[in-house]
């Protein structure tokens, strides 16, 4: 698309008109009769002359990368004729230079075809287009100069770079397929669960020797099973007097980690985004169902609204009956409070971990310490009526690794399996 097309006239034309100037300032034609036939040339070359059909292209060979990683832009320029061409390419709001300069003047000859490599680097996860350039082109002759805009934007997904997690909330009631969430009833698997009389049927390879040496009876060790696990992440989009942005990047990095380690341990894994709309992806397993759930989860938003939408509205299928549902948010509003105790109610197995921003850190002001302390006040209300309700709950700052809070929950859930009826 060419945004203007401006034609210059140079040496010739600046001659051509300075005639005629000079010939009305002195009040004689001598000066216009002089400079006519450089005016004929310009108009006899501009009359000749066509716009050189000049190619571009900019491809990016990568359309998703991790934070930290640069995004190479191949720019390619093709023309028929020999030209000079100073191509711009645009930076993307939140990236930087890394290869390639902002602005790059090549000599082409006819047919030659000239590649630029550029790398960028973004500062943030996110969706980044690229693939906008800015050329101005001049021919050979130098009367002809256009300026040209080539879009072609390109989506490149930046994706959070996920904590690695040796630790993962495990569900109750695992599936009964194989995966490697060690169940709770014995069977054949890795972990050791016990060790009992041998019954017919067992394998010898199970036999305990060293218990079996020291009584007349054979012994066998009893082991958990592998099995896999489903997993629902869900993400509170939500705004609120509490709440900023800073609180849903956080989130959002949990629930990449997350999402990378239930991937790794081969579980199911579904997402529900509560927020401004309702929103939800059905358990799977594999590489493009974490893809999915990345790629939706850097396109959430902070939502503004007043609308309230309950439990009744996911699908059957989006939660199943013995899914863990692992809850992120900053539980700033009543919305996403009221939701998680009803998929309690209905049976479901939910855990949260509260998303903290450090409000006013490093400021001695009044206004920030009250901002802190009713904060505080405020996490520890919602943390014991979760918890008084059956629902763990553990909180998480920035800087805070993340294994913390779900060690947290983990335990809690543990000691509420062994706690007497």
């Known amino acids: 698309m060419i945004r203007q097309s401006t034609y210059r006239l140079r040496l010739y034309a600046v001659l051509a008109l300075a005639g005629p100037a000079l010939a009305l300032g002195m009040g004689r034609p001598e000066p216009a009769v002089l400079t006519l036939p450089f005016a004929v040339a310009v108009v006899l070359g501009l009359l000749a002359q066509r716009l050189p059909v000049v190619e571009v ?29 100073e191509i ?60 040209r805009a080539v879009d072609q934007r390109q989506l490149v997904r930046v994706l959070p770079r996920p904590e690695a997690l040796r630790t993962l909330a495990r ?49 066998v060790n009893d ?53 401004g709309t309702l929103r939800w992806i059905l358990p799977g397993t594999g590489i493009s169902q974490y893809y999915k759930i990345v790629d939706t989860l850097i396109d ?38 009221a939701f998680l105790l009803d998929l309690h109610a209905r049976g479901y197995e939910v855990a949260a971990i509260q998303v903290v921003e450090l409000v ?4 001695g002001s009044a206004a920030a310490d009250l901002a802190r302390r009713l904060l505080a006040l405020r996490q520890r209300t919602v943390q014991r009526h979760l918890e008084r309700s059956g629902i763990p709950v553990a909180t998480w700052s920035d800087g805070v690794p993340l294994e913390r809070p779900i060690q947290e929950v983990q335990q809690w859930r543990q000691r509420a399996r062994l706690m007497p009826l």
Do not use: C
């Open 300 to 337: 959430t938003e902070v939502a503004v609204t007043e609308t309230s939408r309950g439990a009744d509205l996911l699908p059957p299928r989006s939660v199943p009956t013995q899914a863990l549902i692992v809850a992120l948010s900053p539980l700033a509003d009543e919305r996403p409070l």
């Open 57 to 85: 292209s900019a491809k990016v060979t990568r359309d998703r990368i991790l934070e930290g990683e640069h995004v190479p832009i191949e720019i390619t320029l093709r023309s028929d004729r020999s030209l000079s061409a």
């Open 223 to 275: 082991r958990h099973p592998d099995h896999s696990a489903d997993v629902v992440l869900m993400l509170d989009s939500f705004t609120g007097f509490w709440q900023r942005d800073e609180t849903l990047v956080m989130a959002v990095r949990a629930a990449a980690a997350l999402a990378e380690g239930y991937h790794g341990a081969r579980d199911r894994i579904g997402l529900v985004g509560y927020g």
């Open 360 to 363: 006013g850190e490093g400021d």
């Open 88 to 147: 711009i390419p645009h930076l993307p709001a939140n990236s930087e230079w890394i290869t390639g300069r902002r602005s790059t003047t090549v000599s082409t000859e006819p047919g030659q075809t000239v590649v630029i490599d550029v790398g960028i680097e973004p500062n943030h996860w996110g969706p980044l287009w690229v693939g906008v350039v800015d050329i101005r082109v001049t021919d050979g002759r130098g009367l002809i100069s256009y300026a």
């Open 171 to 219: 569900p109750a009631r695992p599936r009964q397929i194989v995966g490697v969430q060690p169940s709770r009833h014995p069977g054949e698997g890795l972990e050791f669960a016990d060790v009992r009389e041998y019954r017919p049927g067992d394998r010898m390879r199970s036999v305990n020797w060293r218990a079996s040496a020291r009584r007349p009876e054979l012994y």
